[in-house]
């Protein structure tokens, strides 16, 4: 049907000429780190700033995006997630054949060809990529879609006759191909001029041409079929687009249209879309010619995604995921109706399947052990198991799930790579597995933990996760136990969080997690954009409104400061923190100082708040230990969290419990217990090194006395290699050495001097990031030990770090009165002046 020439990419011109080549696509681990080391240094008050920044300079401070980087996207975990496609098992993405034969649609990572009349769903792809999103060309010959290596996408074009492939790719993202009604061109989206951009293919010249070019991300292109027009979405609005004038008109719109993916009829007159409730997603009609009014088709079982048209029109599959997250095809009548599964009754894999029964036993123990499991084939394919949810983890570029002790997985004859882990304190695990008959093969995997929280009296907590946020799943509180269980964690608090104007999971609010098993409770993210998250943890009741200030359209005008939440929690005996505070390295540098949360010092320096998120796949630890540093040092008693922030049903998301705490509380292991332990201070924080730090064997919370000789006593236990440890009086470093090149443990020990007032603490931070750490560098923080009494200063740290806070809050309040501009806000006003005035006794 088509010739193809071989040509190269222009990347800076408008029409770019396509690679038709073979390639062996495999997935790619990315190790991004510094090895950089001072060894046997002993540095004694040096700026822990310059020590740190020496150890891990080469790492990025925070995690910002596992595919090419996308233009003007500052979050891309919502492109990654929302816009980028999800690996399923069962029917993703449908795309009924010109024929009314046959349904293409990805599962497991392939496409597959789904006969109507006999039922059986065939294989069609086998590559070493992950394909997704198919789309027919209108004479049937042909298939386009998204490969998918773990680190870029492209689009390939597979010609179902003579099974050659032609490649459309560029170092950019390259999603969503359609063909054109006459099947002249393919439109697909593409970021190969930095922002995602709706592009055309002319299959006659071999030329690409930039369509739709703006600000922001355009995606999801749907020609129509007369030529003259099509649709297509941001991540906010699906909009008709004039090809012969360049005019637009918005057809619907709202903050945040998340996973919404429109399909025009094949005449062109109606469009199907799946739209997001308060809640979930409803398949929706309107007529693009009078989009004023759109007609509800069913929400099905509230997750109905990727709808398309049939050929002839009368019926509208789409994919839905069930309670134990399989996807399943369905349709409804164009007209409306009762929605219709579809059944696939074979499996088709084009060759003989068997089963692998993988195992995982902890060391001692023939008990067998949760974990989490990666598994690829000889050509880097991901194997998944037959229910439940896969996940990508952005940070090494790898599918995960989990597994209760025992899991089974289909696969066809050859050869399989598995890792296992479990939690944050068993290293990495990998076998080779030889599967070469059609019997089935039981494999044991033996985890060896490199140090036991239980045995030693800590308890772990994630403070910051989200348990459902407009991803393609619908969880319920019972899916975080078998999460908890692989991640070895003990105390989960999932955030009820906005998604713009939607405040999802408040049915779960007071839900109560089994006895005699991990810990969850329920607690709240406040979210003024404008002045700093805020966390509440153990309210007996949510704080209204959850959502305020310039950048939200209802409230925007509201004056009202973040001390208002944090009174609300302190009233209801319940914990407050700042969440991912900060995610550059420096908060008082030129550009770092205008990034910090506008409220954090006001609130800081006036006692407001109990914990700080130190650690954050969001924000930078590094970074974040500095501001925090300051707090301390004029005398607050700030204690330390751990929290991961991912969106729980997203398939690109990490592992929750990946950043956490572990909180000291001699084993006992209840709620109060744990919480009035957290606030205390009893805790370090940590992506994958522990510490177990002590000053006269006193650990952190507690205080020693100030004297010319106290021996302090240092553990380092870590399943990852970690650059270096070191003590940190004050916000200077003390004391440093090298850490470990590989899992295992360590000890130190020493002796030192200490001033009358303060605090001291141990870090261990650097090295490459890997399983099982998801976090861009490693990193482990203790809470302070105080000497003398807690809150106790020293008083040129003192000085110096008012002054420098004080400088922080001038920039804060320069940005809320650019904000607010001529809205008036005493009530704000007044909170700044307040800290200010207790800054300017403090630098006295």
Request: glycine letters at 8%.
């Amino acid at each position: 049907m088509f010739s193809y020439q071989p040509s190269q990419i222009l990347s800076k011109f408008q029409e770019h000429r396509v690679m038709n080549i073979t390639r062996l696509y495999n997935l790619k681990s990315y190790f991004i780190a510094s090895s950089l080391f001072m060894k046997n240094a002993f540095i004694r008050y040096t700026a822990l700033g310059v020590f740190i920044l020496m150890t891990v300079s080469s790492v990025f401070p925070q995690w910002t995006n596992r595919y090419p980087k996308v233009s003007g996207m500052s979050h891309h975990v919502y492109l990654e997630g929302y816009v980028l496609p999800t690996l399923s098992v069962g029917p993703m993405g449908p795309a009924p054949s010109p024929s009314e034969k046959i349904v293409a649609f990805s599962s497991r990572g392939w496409i597959w060809l789904y006969e109507n009349k006999s039922k059986t769903a065939k294989r069609l792809t086998r590559s070493g990529g992950m394909d997704f999103r198919p789309t027919w060309s209108p004479d049937g010959s042909s298939l386009a879609f998204v490969r998918d290596d773990g680190s870029d996408t492209w689009i390939v074009i597979l010609d179902l006759i003579n099974r050659q492939e032609m490649v459309i790719n560029t170092p950019a993202l390259e999603l969503d191909p359609v063909f054109s009604g006459d099947g002249n061109y393919l439109y697909f989206a593409s970021a190969r001029n930095g922002t995602l951009d709706i592009w055309r293919h002319n299959f006659q010249s071999s030329l690409d041409s930039i369509i739709i070019e703006k600000p922001g991300s355009q995606f999801r292109p749907q020609p129509h079929p007369d030529g003259e027009s099509l649709v297509y979405s941001d991540p906010n609005s699906i909009y008709l687009w004039d090809l012969n004038t360049g005019d637009e008109e918005i057809l619907q719109s709202e903050q945040i249209i998340s996973m919404t993916r429109p399909a025009l009829s094949p005449k062109g007159d109606l469009l199907v879309y799946n739209w997001p409730t308060q809640e979930n997603y409803e398949l929706r009609l309107l007529n693009i010619n009078n989009p004023k009014s759109t007609v509800f088709l069913t929400s099905a079982n509230g997750l109905p995604l990727s709808p398309n048209w049939s050929a002839n029109g009368n019926w509208i599959y789409f994919s839905e995921a069930d309670e134990n997250q399989v996807f399943q095809l369905k349709r409804i009548s164009s007209v409306g109706g009762f929605v219709e599964i579809v059944p696939i009754l074979h499996w088709d894999w084009g060759e003989p399947t068997t089963t692998i029964n993988l195992v995982t036993k902890l060391k001692g123990s023939n008990k067998p052990a949760p974990s989490r499991l990666s598994v690829v084939d000889a050509n880097g394919h991901p194997i998944i198991p037959n229910n439940g949810q896969s996940r990508f983890d952005g940070q090494n570029g790898r599918v995960f799930f989990y597994s209760k002790g025992e899991i089974q997985l289909t696969v066809t004859p050859g050869t399989f790579h598995v890792s296992a882990v479990q939690g944050l304190t068993t290293p990495e695990l990998t076998k080779e597995i030889k599967v070469k008959s059609l019997l089935e093969k039981e494999v044991t995997l033996e985890l060896e933990p490199i140090w036991d929280s239980k045995k030693n009296g800590w308890v772990s907590g994630d403070h910051h996760f989200h348990l459902n946020y407009g991803g393609p799943y619908r969880l319920v509180p019972n899916d975080i136990l078998p999460m908890m269980d692989a991640e070895a964690l003990d105390v989960a608090t999932p955030q009820l969080a906005n998604l713009h104007n939607r405040f999802e999971d408040q049915k779960y609010w007071g839900w109560k997690s089994p006895e005699n098993g991990p810990i969850i409770i329920f607690a709240q993210e406040i979210r003024s954009h404008f002045l700093g998250h805020l966390g509440l943890i153990g309210t007996s009741d949510l704080y209204w409104p959850w959502i305020w200030g310039p950048g939200y359209q209802v409230y925007s005008s509201d004056d009202r400061p973040n001390a208002d939440p944090l009174a609300f929690a302190k009233e209801q005996g319940a914990l407050s923190m700042y969440v991912h505070p900060f995610s550059s390295r420096n908060p008082f540098s030129e550009n770092g100082i205008r990034r910090v949360p506008i409220e954090i010092v006001a609130d800081a320096t006036l006692g407001l708040f109990d914990l700080i998120e130190l650690v954050c796949l969001w924000s930078d630890e590094i970074g974040t230990s500095q501001l925090w540093y300051r707090f301390l040092n004029i005398g607050v008693p700030i204690a330390i969290s751990g929290g991961t922030d991912v969106m729980n049903n997203f398939y690109r998301t990490m592992a929750i419990g990946t950043t956490r705490n572990y909180v000291y509380t001699s084993g006992v292991r209840d709620w109060q217990t744990y919480a009035n332990a957290l606030k205390s201070g009893q805790s370090f924080v940590t992506n994958g090194p522990i510490l177990d730090f002590a000053v006269n064997n006193i650990k952190p919370g507690g205080t020693v006395s100030s004297s010319s000789d106290l021996n302090w006593t240092l553990d380092l236990h870590s399943a990852i290699g970690v650059d270096s440890v070191a003590i940190v009086l004050n916000g200077k470093t003390v004391w440093s050495t090298e850490g470990l090149n590989d899992p295992g443990s360590r000890s130190y020990k020493g002796s030192m001097s200490l001033p009358a007032g303060g605090w001291i603490a141990a870090t261990a931070v650097g090295g490459k990031s890997y399983w099982p750490m998801m976090d861009s560098y490693p990193f482990a923080h203790s809470a302070p030990i105080w000497i003398g009494s807690k809150g106790s200063t020293e008083t040129e740290p003192r000085k110096k770090a008012a002054k420098e806070l004080l400088s922080l809050l001038d920039v804060s309040e320069e940005r809320l009165r650019e904000g607010y501009s001529d809205i008036p806000i005493p009530h704000l006003q007044n909170h700044f002046n307040e800290a200010r005035k207790r800054l300017i006794e403090l630098e006295k």
